[in-house]
C-alpha cells in the first residue's frame, strides 16, 4: 500500500492522471480525424484504437519519469519540493517503474505487428534521444529555446504514430494534410512549453533560467505568437485541402478564436508583466494545450465525419 501511495502522489503532482488522460484523448482524436482517409483506410477496430491509445498515454508517462531523472540534481537544488528531490521514491524504484513502463508499452506495440510495432519503436528510439539529450546536453542545455524545440518534436512523431494506428498505414500512406498537420502539433507544444515558463518579476528565482528572462516578457510572447501562427497555418492547410467541400468558419472559427484567445492574453501580459497577468497567461497557454486540439477535432467531426 505504501508503494502505491508513493506512486500515485507523485502521480498528482506531476503528472495528474486525469487531466493527461483528457489531453491525450483530445490529442488523439483530432490527430485521428485528420489522419483518416475514407474509402482509402479499412475503419480503425476498437480494440486497435484502445491499445494505440494506451501506448501514446504510456510514451507521456515515461517522458515524464525521464525528464523527473534527467533534472534530478537541479531539482535537488532549486525544487527540492518535487517528489524524487524530496525523497518520496528512490531513483533506484524510479529507474525500475521506467523500466517496466517501457516493457508495457514494448509489449503492447509488439501485439499490434506491423506496421504498430516500427513506428512505435521510432518514437521511443527519439524519446530515448531525447533523455540523453540527443548526447549535446552540456552544450544544448543552456540554449532553452533550442533545447525545447528538439525535445517537443515528440509531438509531431506521435502524431504520425497515432496515424498508423488509426489508418494501419506506414508514414509513407499518409497524406501531405496529415505530415503537415503532425508538424502543427510541433508548434501547439512550443507553444505550451514557451508559455508554462514565463513569469512575473516576482515570480523569477535567482539560478532558474526562463523565457521572461531571457527574451523578456515582449520576447517571450513573439516567440509564442510565432508559434500560434505557424500551428494554425498548418491547419488551416489541413483544411483547404483535405476538407476543402466545409472549408469555411465553421470549420476554421474554433481553433482561431482558441489561438485569438492565447494572443489577446499573450499581448496583455507583455504590456503588463504583473502576477495576475503572468498567472492568467500561463493558465490560458495550458487551457490552449486542450482546447486548440479539442476545436479542431470537434469541427472536423462534426463537419466531416458525422
Not at 79 to 99: H, K, Y
Not at 104 to 133: D, H, K, N, Q, S
Not at 217 to 236: D, E, M, R, T, W
Request: aromatic share 16%; with cysteine.
Amino acid at each position: 500500500m505504501a508503494f502505491i501511495s508513493r506512486w500515485w502522489q507523485f502521480l498528482k503532482e506531476r503528472h495528474e492522471p486525469v487531466s493527461i488522460t483528457l489531453m491525450v484523448a483530445i490529442f488523439f482524436a483530432a490527430a485521428a480525424f485528420v489522419a483518416y482517409q475514407p474509402g482509402v483506410h479499412i475503419p480503425p477496430d476498437w480494440s486497435r484504437l484502445g491499445v494505440g491509445f494506451a501506448i501514446v498515454w504510456l510514451i507521456f508517462l515515461h517522458m515524464r519519469l525521464f525528464d523527473e531523472v534527467k533534472d534530478y540534481n537541479v531539482d535537488r537544488e532549486h525544487n527540492p519540493d518535487r517528489p524524487l528531490a524530496r525523497g518520496l521514491i528512490s531513483v533506484g524504484e524510479f529507474s525500475a517503474m521506467t523500466m517496466l513502463c517501457l516493457a508495457i508499452e514494448i509489449t503492447l506495440a509488439g501485439t499490434m505487428l506491423w506496421p504498430m510495432f516500427p513506428a512505435y519503436v521510432m518514437v521511443l528510439c527519439f524519446t530515448l534521444l531525447m533523455r540523453m539529450e540527443f548526447f549535446v546536453g552540456g552544450w544544448m542545455g543552456p540554449k532553452m529555446e533550442l533545447y525545447a524545440i528538439t525535445h517537443t518534436f515528440s509531438a509531431a512523431m506521435i502524431s504520425m504514430l497515432i496515424h498508423t494506428i488509426v489508418c494501419y498505414s506506414d508514414a509513407a500512406g499518409a497524406d501531405r494534410a496529415m505530415l503537415v498537420y503532425a508538424l502543427g502539433n510541433w508548434f501547439v507544444f512550443n507553444v505550451f512549453e514557451f508559455g508554462r515558463k514565463t513569469f512575473a518579476v516576482e515570480e523569477e528565482r535567482e539560478g532558474v533560467d526562463s523565457y521572461s528572462i531571457r527574451l523578456k516578457p515582449i520576447g517571450a510572447v513573439l516567440l509564442l505568437l510565432v508559434n500560434i501562427a505557424l500551428a494554425y497555418a498548418a491547419f488551416y492547410y489541413v483544411a483547404i485541402t483535405k476538407f476543402s467541400a466545409v472549408a469555411d468558419w465553421r470549420l476554421l472559427g474554433p481553433a482561431a478564436a482558441v489561438s485569438l484567445l492565447v494572443a489577446v492574453i499573450g499581448l496583455l501580459y507583455a504590456n503588463k508583466p504583473v502576477l495576475a497577468n503572468a498567472k492568467l497567461y500561463r493558465g490560458v497557454v495550458t487551457f490552449y494545450l486542450l482546447a486548440y486540439p479539442a476545436a479542431i477535432a470537434g469541427s472536423v467531426y462534426l463537419l466531416v465525419y458525422r
